[in-house]
């Protein structure tokens, strides 16, 4: 029963950090890079700004999903052996 439980918790954990990882910007400075313009040009001072950012909480909830995941990953082993 419980190992049903985990592995239900593990899905919806493995899901959720794929979406967050795809919905992420990547760090590719892209056609800018063409010009010999860095990654950061442009950027107001609001986006660089602490953890309000939409780039920091995607940061935060990969974070946190990755260590859930990790987590369950420990225990679905763990009960498996």
């Not at 309000?52 to 990953?73: D, G, N, P, S, W």
């Amino acid at each position: 029963m419980s190992k049903t439980v985990f592995v239900i918790l593990h899905l919806i954990v493995a899901v959720i950090l794929i979406f967050v990882v795809m919905a992420q910007e990547g760090k590719d400075p892209g056609m800018r890079g063409i010009q010999g313009a860095s990654s950061d040009m442009g950027e107001s001072f609001f986006k660089k700004n602490g953890g309000t950012t939409k780039e920091a909480i995607f940061t935060r909830v990969t974070t946190t999903m990755a260590i859930l995941f990790l987590i369950t990953t420990m225990t679905l082993v763990i009960m498996g052996s």
